[in-house]
């Protein structure tokens, strides 16, 4: 696939957002990095679309969103971003950041069992975005 230089200035923005990571995101991908959680490999800041999302399985194609405060006021652009996601075939979820801090493995219980449940539209074997 061909990339513009729209594409190129995402990934700079997603390298910049991957030494940036805030408190949340952080512990959280210590636990998902490196196939921690039951062997599922997933990225972190990864472009996707015009969108740089938080944490993304390619396999189970799930999306893992870290959420903050500020989502509460931003809910129509958060469900707008959901549904572009959706309509790429991701599943998406979203965890709070306080979750994540405070009830880490009532998070990570949330995403293994989104990534055990089937996708409703698997891609064929061995295809990938």
């Not at 989502?71 to 709070?96: E, I, P």
Request: a positive charge; glycine letters at 6%.
């Amino acid at each position: 696939m061909k990339r513009g230089p729209e594409d190129a200035a995402g990934r700079v923005h997603a390298r910049k957002m991957r030494r940036a990571l805030t408190e949340s995101e952080r512990v959280l991908w210590f636990c998902l990095r490196d196939r921690r959680l039951c062997g599922f490999k997933f990225r972190r800041q990864q472009p996707t679309g015009p969108f740089i999302v938080d944490f993304v399985c390619f396999e189970a194609r799930l999306i893992v969103e870290a959420d903050g405060g500020q989502h509460c006021v931003q809910r129509a652009y958060d469900a707008s971003r959901t549904r572009y996601l959706q309509a790429l075939g991701y599943r998406v979820v979203r965890v709070w950041n306080n979750e994540i801090l405070q009830k880490r493995e009532t998070a990570l219980e949330m995403i293994l069992s989104a990534l055990r449940s089937p996708h409703p539209n698997p891609l064929p074997q061995g295809e990938r975005e």
